[in-house]
């Protein structure tokens, strides 16, 4: 069972930038993809960004790719994501997630990200 923590939610500006931080813990953080998604109120939960086990693979949807960046640290449980140039419309529930297979069987409880215009 792996349980995931997420930190380093906040209240910024537009334009502003965030980093946060998704801790794993209870499993081989290796061998896992992991992924960041957001939900805002009354809206569906939105995929932000992937990265690959190893790290070297990524994606991101349009409405987040060269503002957004996804990165892991297998030494230390962690994946982040780096946020710049962020927008009212980037307001919501930021949730770190956890795949070994095709879905993602595990995902933290979640960090608030409010940006201000």
């Known amino acids: 069972q792996v349980q995931l923590v997420e930190s380093g939610g906040g209240l910024v500006q537009a334009g502003g930038s965030l980093r946060l931080s998704c801790a794993a813990s209870?499993?081989?953080?290796?061998?896992?993809?992991m992924g960041w998604f957001r939900q805002a109120p009354g809206k569906e939960r939105e995929f932000v960004a992937s990265i690959s086990r190893s790290g070297i693979t990524t994606y991101y949807p349009d409405s987040v790719k060269g503002r957004f960046t996804i990165s892991r640290d297998n030494a230390k449980n962690t994946v982040y994501l780096q946020m710049n140039s962020l927008k009212p419309e980037d307001t919501a529930l930021y949730y770190c997630?956890?795949?070994?297979?095709?879905?993602?069987?595990?995902w933290g409880q979640g960090t608030q990200v409010t940006v201000s215009s």
């Open positions: 997630a956890a795949r070994s297979s095709s879905a993602y069987d595990y």
């Open positions: 209870g499993g081989t953080f290796s061998n896992y993809d």
